[in-house]
Nanobody, 121 residues
Framework: HVQLVESGGGSVQAGGSLRLSCAVS????????MGWFRRGPGQEREGVAS??????TYADSVKGRFTISLDSAKSTLYLQMNSLKPEDTDMYYC??????????????????WGQGTQVTV
């Protein structure tokens, strides 16, 4: 059973940076597909970034500003957020899918979710 715990959210001025962390337990993070989502305006959470086997995918709205990375030794997923904008304000969640061969920015792809961390710009 995969457990995910996010941290690192907070308040920052526009143009500033934050780094979110997601601690993984219960499974070897190296063999997970993982992603960062935010609540978004609709019914489904909005995919921000995903990673699998060191390959990454980003939503157009964050390309060039956000970077997703995985430190498998620390079992921690990161989201480095630079040049933050007011429209980035949201609750951010990390997500995971075990034994996965492909990345996805779709909420339905993932099986496990963290509790979320708030980012306010």
């Amino acid at each position: 059973h995969v457990q995910l715990v996010e941290s690192g959210g907070g308040s920052v001025q526009a143009g500033g940076s934050l780094r979110l962390s997601c601690a993984v337990s219960g499974y070897d993070a190296l063999y997970l597909c993982m992603g960062w989502f935010r609540r978004g305006p609709g019914q489904e959470r909005e995919g921000v970034a995903s990673i699998n086997d060191r390959s990454t995918t980003y939503a157009d709205s964050v390309k060039g500003r956000f970077t997703i990375s995985l430190d498998s030794a620390k079992s921690t997923l990161y989201l480095q957020m630079n040049s933050l904008k007011p429209e980035d304000t949201d609750m951010y969640y990390c997500a995971a899918r075990p034994q996965c061969l492909a990345r996805s920015l779709s909420q339905g792809w993932y099986d496990f979710w963290g509790q979320g961390t708030q980012v306010t710009v």
